[in-house]
């Protein structure tokens, strides 16, 4: 299981507010940012992800995008 400690480490890093994270029930692979600091990730982008060490790359390349204020959903 993934630690709730690791999500707020990455979201000082990225220098936002805490972030939100919202699971979405779908089996495509995707994840998106919306209003600058939700980050929504579907249960087909957590299924491919086999460790904490590509949870965080991935965590971190979404903070990224709220870092960064983009939104998008696709």
């Known amino acids: 299981m993934f630690t709730v400690r690791a999500i707020d480490i990455l979201a000082v ?14 089996a495509k692979a995707q994840a998106w940012v919306t209003d600058g600091k ?8 957590m299924k491919l992800l086999r460790d904490e060490n ?15 204020g983009h939104t998008g959903f696709w």
């Open 38 to 45: 939700t980050i929504f990730v579907s249960d087909g982008m």
């Open 13 to 26: 890093l990225a220098g936002s507010d805490k972030p939100a994270f919202r699971r979405v029930a779908k």
């Open 54 to 68: 590509e949870l965080a790359f991935f965590l971190g390349h979404e903070l990224g995008h709220v870092a960064l």
